[in-house]
Protein backbone atom coordinates (compact mmCIF):
# COMPACT_ATOMS: atom_id res chain seq x y z
CA UNK A 1 0.00 0.00 0.00
CA UNK A 2 1.17 3.45 -0.84
CA UNK A 3 2.25 5.79 1.98
CA UNK A 4 -0.36 8.02 2.91
CA UNK A 5 0.07 10.55 5.58
CA UNK A 6 -1.30 9.23 8.37
CA UNK A 7 -4.95 11.24 8.55
CA UNK A 8 -5.31 9.89 4.98
CA UNK A 9 -4.31 6.78 5.90
CA UNK A 10 -6.97 6.68 8.66
CA UNK A 11 -9.35 7.10 5.61
CA UNK A 12 -8.01 4.80 3.75
CA UNK A 13 -7.50 1.86 5.87
CA UNK A 14 -11.15 2.18 7.02
CA UNK A 15 -12.60 2.16 3.19
CA UNK A 16 -10.54 -1.33 2.69
CA UNK A 17 -11.93 -2.79 6.18
CA UNK A 18 -15.36 -2.01 5.08
CA UNK A 19 -14.75 -3.57 1.82
CA UNK A 20 -15.90 -0.44 -0.21
CA UNK A 21 -15.19 0.09 -4.04
CA UNK A 22 -13.34 3.00 -3.54
CA UNK A 23 -10.03 4.75 -4.28
CA UNK A 24 -8.21 7.04 -2.60
CA UNK A 25 -6.49 9.69 -5.01
CA UNK A 26 -3.29 12.29 -4.54
CA UNK A 27 -3.91 15.71 -6.68
CA UNK A 28 -0.36 17.32 -6.17
CA UNK A 29 -1.97 20.36 -7.23
CA UNK A 30 -4.35 20.19 -4.43
CA UNK A 31 -8.52 20.26 -3.85
CA UNK A 32 -9.16 22.84 -1.22
CA UNK A 33 -12.07 24.06 -3.00
CA UNK A 34 -14.97 22.57 -4.62
CA UNK A 35 -13.93 23.89 -7.87
CA UNK A 36 -10.44 22.89 -7.62
CA UNK A 37 -11.50 19.60 -6.54
CA UNK A 38 -13.84 19.12 -9.26
CA UNK A 39 -11.01 19.95 -11.66
CA UNK A 40 -8.60 17.37 -10.24
CA UNK A 41 -10.82 14.68 -10.14
CA UNK A 42 -12.74 15.44 -13.82
CA UNK A 43 -15.81 15.79 -12.35
CA UNK A 44 -18.66 18.35 -11.50
CA UNK A 45 -18.83 20.12 -8.74
CA UNK A 46 -22.44 18.89 -7.88
CA UNK A 47 -20.27 15.64 -7.09
CA UNK A 48 -17.85 16.97 -5.35
CA UNK A 49 -18.88 16.47 -1.17
CA UNK A 50 -18.42 19.00 1.10
CA UNK A 51 -17.84 17.58 4.42
CA UNK A 52 -18.95 20.43 6.90
CA UNK A 53 -19.03 20.56 10.64
CA UNK A 54 -21.39 22.48 12.94
CA UNK A 55 -22.29 22.85 16.17
CA UNK A 56 -26.12 22.09 16.85
CA UNK A 57 -26.93 22.72 20.40
CA UNK A 58 -23.73 22.30 21.34
CA UNK A 59 -22.97 18.82 19.51
CA UNK A 60 -20.64 18.56 16.57
CA UNK A 61 -22.54 17.32 13.57
CA UNK A 62 -21.42 16.37 10.14
CA UNK A 63 -23.07 17.74 6.82
CA UNK A 64 -22.27 16.49 3.64
CA UNK A 65 -23.33 18.94 0.83
CA UNK A 66 -22.59 18.69 -2.81
CA UNK A 67 -20.02 21.35 -3.99
CA UNK A 68 -22.31 23.83 -6.01
CA UNK A 69 -24.20 24.48 -2.99
CA UNK A 70 -24.25 26.32 0.36
CA UNK A 71 -25.25 24.53 3.45
CA UNK A 72 -28.31 26.74 5.00
CA UNK A 73 -27.56 26.69 8.71
CA UNK A 74 -30.86 27.00 9.37
CA UNK A 75 -31.92 23.45 7.78
CA UNK A 76 -28.96 22.26 8.96
CA UNK A 77 -30.37 23.11 12.64
CA UNK A 78 -33.77 21.55 11.71
CA UNK A 79 -32.71 18.59 10.00
CA UNK A 80 -29.96 17.92 13.17
CA UNK A 81 -33.52 18.57 15.70
CA UNK A 82 -31.38 21.57 17.31
CA UNK A 83 -32.36 24.92 18.06
CA UNK A 84 -29.59 26.89 16.49
CA UNK A 85 -26.15 25.08 14.23
CA UNK A 86 -23.20 26.91 13.97
CA UNK A 87 -19.98 26.38 11.78
CA UNK A 88 -17.59 24.75 14.01
CA UNK A 89 -14.24 26.50 14.80
CA UNK A 90 -10.93 24.86 13.12
CA UNK A 91 -10.46 23.85 17.04
CA UNK A 92 -13.48 22.08 17.31
CA UNK A 93 -13.28 20.81 13.82
CA UNK A 94 -9.80 18.59 14.93
CA UNK A 95 -11.37 17.48 17.82
CA UNK A 96 -14.89 16.11 16.69
CA UNK A 97 -13.03 14.55 13.30
CA UNK A 98 -9.26 14.08 13.72
CA UNK A 99 -8.58 15.91 10.51
CA UNK A 100 -7.80 19.46 9.61
CA UNK A 101 -10.25 22.00 8.47
CA UNK A 102 -9.91 21.69 4.21
CA UNK A 103 -8.82 18.05 4.75
CA UNK A 104 -11.90 17.04 6.31
CA UNK A 105 -13.08 13.37 5.55
CA UNK A 106 -16.58 12.12 6.92
CA UNK A 107 -15.09 8.87 8.74
CA UNK A 108 -13.79 7.76 11.10
CA UNK A 109 -14.70 10.70 12.98
CA UNK A 110 -15.59 9.30 16.64
CA UNK A 111 -16.34 12.81 17.86
CA UNK A 112 -19.04 13.63 15.39
CA UNK A 113 -22.56 13.05 16.97
CA UNK A 114 -24.91 12.49 13.74
CA UNK A 115 -24.63 12.64 9.71
CA UNK A 116 -26.83 14.36 7.60
CA UNK A 117 -26.24 14.00 4.09
CA UNK A 118 -28.03 16.22 0.89
CA UNK A 119 -30.28 14.09 -0.83
CA UNK A 120 -29.15 15.51 -4.18
CA UNK A 121 -26.05 14.04 -3.63
CA UNK A 122 -27.72 10.56 -4.15
CA UNK A 123 -28.31 11.33 -7.87
CA UNK A 124 -24.68 10.25 -8.95
CA UNK A 125 -23.36 7.56 -9.78
CA UNK A 126 -20.07 8.42 -7.95
CA UNK A 127 -19.60 11.53 -5.48
CA UNK A 128 -15.69 12.41 -4.79
CA UNK A 129 -15.05 13.04 -0.68
CA UNK A 130 -12.14 14.67 1.16
CA UNK A 131 -10.48 12.04 1.86
CA UNK A 132 -7.51 13.53 4.95
CA UNK A 133 -5.49 16.00 3.52
CA UNK A 134 -5.71 19.13 1.39
CA UNK A 135 -4.52 17.04 -1.87
CA UNK A 136 -6.14 13.62 -1.62
CA UNK A 137 -9.83 12.29 -2.27
CA UNK A 138 -11.62 9.24 -2.68
CA UNK A 139 -14.28 8.36 -5.04
CA UNK A 140 -17.40 5.92 -3.48
CA UNK A 141 -20.89 5.46 -4.46
CA UNK A 142 -23.04 8.07 -2.64
CA UNK A 143 -24.93 4.74 -1.54
CA UNK A 144 -21.82 3.41 0.25
CA UNK A 145 -21.32 7.20 1.46
CA UNK A 146 -24.70 7.16 3.45
CA UNK A 147 -24.10 3.41 4.74
CA UNK A 148 -20.66 4.12 6.13
CA UNK A 149 -21.52 7.46 7.79
CA UNK A 150 -24.97 6.07 8.87
CA UNK A 151 -26.34 9.46 7.40
CA UNK A 152 -29.48 10.81 7.67
CA UNK A 153 -30.64 12.73 4.04
CA UNK A 154 -32.32 16.31 4.99
CA UNK A 155 -32.44 19.18 2.79
CA UNK A 156 -29.46 21.26 4.00
CA UNK A 157 -28.62 24.03 1.17
Known amino acids: MERW ?9 FLQRAGIDARVEEFPEGTPT ?26 PTLALVPGDRR ?7 AAAGARYAR ?23 SGISQVLMAG ?11 AGSERHMAGLSPVDLAQLTQARTAELS
Open 87 to 109: VARPDEVVAATGFEPRGVAPFPA
Open 120 to 130: ELLAHERVWIG
Open 34 to 59: AGAAAKAVGSSRAQIVKSLVFICDGR
Open 5 to 13: PEPVARVAE
Open 71 to 77: ADENKVA
